[in-house]
């Protein structure tokens, strides 16, 4: 009980000094396991130990702090309202996309875990919503593989709004060309 105890503190201390760290620096990728560890005062192989990387650590710390937002943000009154699927799928990711932007120092973290280590057999919040947009007409397979599209273009295209900005004009921290990038995007995926 005891150990429990213990390992549910440094886990905490770990946390904490993480969200510390991301959050006073503008280049995430800058900051090392030795630093965080050194900031929670613990061993820097604890981070592997309760973690099972920094990367991970990193993630945990960012969606506790996106749930923080949706909550903030009323996100249950979009998923229970009466707008339809596609429409409905278009708010959440515009919401989403603007908490990336907000907070890019997580996002280029993450990137990596999420596009290459995210267990694909995890059902996306969006799966539900595009089966209930396409109402039979593509399989579950299809279904499935538009919501990781959706999901996987969104993060990589965060991660390089900057190249994006300078290859297409497309300024996505502007909020009528993100809308219209999301427009664009689920007019390729979601057809009416």
Do not use: W
């Not at 006073?24 to 929670?40: F, G, H, L, N, Q």
């Amino acid at each position: 009980m005891e150990k429990d105890k213990k390992l549910e503190i440094t886990k905490q201390k770990l946390l904490n000094a993480t969200a510390k760290l991301m959050f006073s620096t503008d280049d995430p990728m800058k900051v090392t396991s030795r630093e965080i560890a050194a900031a929670a005062e613990v061993r820097p192989s604890m981070i592997n130990y309760c973690f099972g990387s920094r990367e991970k650590l990193i993630h945990e710390v960012f969606q506790s702090e996106f749930r923080d937002f949706l909550e903030k943000n009323n996100i249950s009154s979009i998923v229970s309202g009466s707008l339809p699927p596609r429409e409905m799928l278009k708010k959440l990711h515009f919401l989403m996309i603007g908490y990336l932007l907000e907070n890019s120092q997580f996002t280029r973290a993450i990137t990596g875990l999420v596009l290459f280590g995210r267990d694909l057999n995890e059902e996306s919040f969006s799966y539900p919503l595009v089966m209930k947009h396409f109402a039979g007409r593509k399989t579950e397979t299809e279904c499935r593989m538009i919501a990781y599209e959706l999901s996987a273009m969104m993060q990589l295209t965060i991660y390089r709004k900057d190249d994006i900005k300078e290859a297409f004009g497309l300024d996505l921290e502007d909020e009528e060309q993100l809308k219209k990038y999301l427009d664009m995007r689920f007019e390729l995926l979601m057809p009416d």
